[in-house]
């Protein structure tokens, strides 16, 4: 097993040397110190950005420093351009935890959800509610996921708000859930989570569900036609005793695929979240970045994003040996 | 020919035809390539003829293909924001589009020089509405509406009951607004109330036109990105599977890596990459796209690449192809002669999947800036109407996202149909 996991690791380096190496040079087709500081600039100032940045060395150079810095975790020593004072890692630090409060329930939620409702339209196979449950998802993918987003603030704050009095969700904005140190101590807020982060996560689930729900159905009707199913059929197992317990245990690697799978594209979902909804996170940080030309801040933060990435890849890998033992030898 | 009349008679294609759903997408989906078509010579027409702005049909019917060109799409039609034709307009509304005309008039009127001020007023136009009058005309009705408009504040609110000789005020108002416009021929009238039909956005810029217009846009992202993703995916899929060794090796490293940034990142580094350079030029619709198609494309070309290069694994064991070798055809000659034309199923789904996703991704991208910037685009549209959505306004939003729905759909249903056909074992 071990011997498994660190031969995954070994083959997950050449290709996150290449995300770099890749983010590194796009980074760089446009002086990115021109780019920031504009055409009034003067000389000694973009000589000495450049050096500071360490942007006059030349480029293997550049990409062995940023590879070292990116592999000891040492965001500190390098600062942003937009503010001055802040150094990456800190604005990384506080950018983190949005991302998280937002994500991670997301992900938790649709795959339970999505599994479910995929095991019921497998269940009921060609039946109404399986039709039903189809069309709604082929008729919601059709649909923006802007215009989803946009309806469900409209809807799920302002709609509330006015019309009806309640304010269960707020239309924008974040503030911290979980305080520790200080005067208070560990403390939990969960009336504020569900405030700010409750609304982007149920569009983020609703968004993603489509998807999830017709991949799972997929996999279970192809389940379906097995042998191993017709020999439980045939020794008399009931049909709901087969669908879960046989199944779904069988169905573990397409599931455990799709989840991983799932993984960027809500951390996409989640930039649009945190954009629409004015959430301080990881994605709201990169996009503004760019808009200012941060170039620090850009180049650290996809090669966090793309670690994130990498590192779900070899989790998935070892996930499978672990559901299927048959995966470690091959 | 023959190919043609053999792949309209093989077992896929009547299995296509046969599902009624399929054919319907179809329909729907010529419907969105003609209107794209029309447009497309719509515009080039119009850079022929050096045409643009509304001037150039002075005929009173004007041609077919003048009217939605891109100036005309980013003119002014109307007054601002103003809701659709299924949407009673208050009274209070009413009186704020009569404000609106008058004082576009009022700003030309101003000018002190009487040559200025009359090539000023001439040059007021909005859609196919120009003014009728003549400058003393202008002048007197202008200050006629001006004292009815300031009769109106006597009024709190239009819309209550009580203020019902208000409203036959405003009526009144607004048409002698109308008598400062030259009437319109039948034909005329019928383009511009079309214009008017779904509503303007805060520029004043007709919804309907550029909901209509943005379909060229869509067809162009999604056309360009799926085939040169399909093309480049199919090409280095086919070649990865059939050489195996170091091209494998390669192409496995290429995707992997590309696949390992998400998408959403990918394209913004490759946005920034792209600020400032020939490319970043909103005067040139096309050219800014640039940056878009080659970032999609980028990202996009995975997807054909990984079912290629595993279909071509499969292939090349077959007997057809081992024949071929026994034969003493090259290797490169099999490839394109025998392989590729055996995943041109694969190629078609996957480029009806990946249409779907540009055109969704579109959207995406500029709403969060980096993606269409000259220009009408769905994409445009939704992010603008963000602020009308919360003044209860969904016509913007509405009319983009229905003409997106309708070709998305027609795509899905497509995509689904194809691989039903094709592929047998596939569980839509």
Known sequence: MWAYVLRRLLYSIPIYLGIILFVMAALRVNDPVYAYLGKHASREQIDQKRKTMGLDQPFLVQYGKFLGQVFTLDFESTKSWQYETKSVGEILGERIGPTAAITVPALVVTTVVSIGVGLIAAFYRGRLIDRALMVLIVLGMSVSVLV????????????????????????????????????????????????????????????????????????????????????????????????????????????????????????????????????????????????????????????????VFVLSVILTDVLYALVDPRVRLS | MRVLSRAWSSRAARKLRRNRLAVAALAVILVYFFIGLWLTAADITAAATGGGGFDDHRDGRGSLFSALTLDKVEARVGPLTKRGWLEEESAETRARHVKYYLSRFQKALRLKDPEHRRLELESIRLGERTVGVTVDQATRIAAEVETGYRELDRFDDLDAPAAAEGRTRLAELEAQVGSLFAPLSGWRQMVYDGRLALGTDRQGRSTSARAIYSIKVALQIGLIVGLISVLIGAVLGAAAGYYGGWIDQVVQWLYSTLSSVPDLVLLAVLAYAFTGSYFDDNSKPFLSLIPVYAAMCMTFWIGPCRVIRGETLKLKELEYVQAARSIGFSRPYILIRHILPNTAHLMFINFSLLFIAAIKFEVVLSFLGLGVKAGPSWGRMIGEATQEVINGNFWQIGAATVAMFLLVLAFNILSDALQDAFDPKHVG
């Not at chain 1, 200080?182 to 149920?202: D, M, N, S």
């Not at chain 1, 569009?203 to 009707?221: C, E, K, S």
């Not at chain 1, 709901?240 to 169905?251: C, D, E, G, I, S």
């Not at chain 1, 989640?270 to 954009?275: F, T």
């Open chain 1, 148 to 307: 989803f987003i946009i309806f469900g603030q409209y809807f799920g704050a302002n709609w509330l708000k006015e019309k009806h009095g309640i304010e269960w969700f707020a239309s924008g904005g974040y503030e911290p859930w979980i305080s520790w140190g200080g005067t208070e101590g560990f403390r939990v807020k969960p009336g504020i989570w569900v405030y700010y982060c409750a609304l982007p996560v149920l569009i983020d689930v609703i968004l993603a569900m489509g998807y999830d729900t017709r991949f799972y159905r997929a996999v279970m009707v192809e389940e379906t036609g097995r042998d191993y199913i017709t020999t439980a059929v045939a020794k008399g197992a009931t049909r709901r005793k087969v669908m879960f317990a046989h199944m779904l245990k069988n169905a573990m690697i397409p599931i455990i695929t799709r989840v991983m799978i799932s993984f960027p594209f809500l951390i996409g979902g989640s930039i649009l979240l945190e954009r629409y909804f004015r959430i301080p996170g990881m994605g709201n940080a990169l996009i503004d970045s760019i808009t200012n030309k941060d170039f620090p801040v850009i180049q650290a933060f996809t090669a966090v994003f793309a670690a």
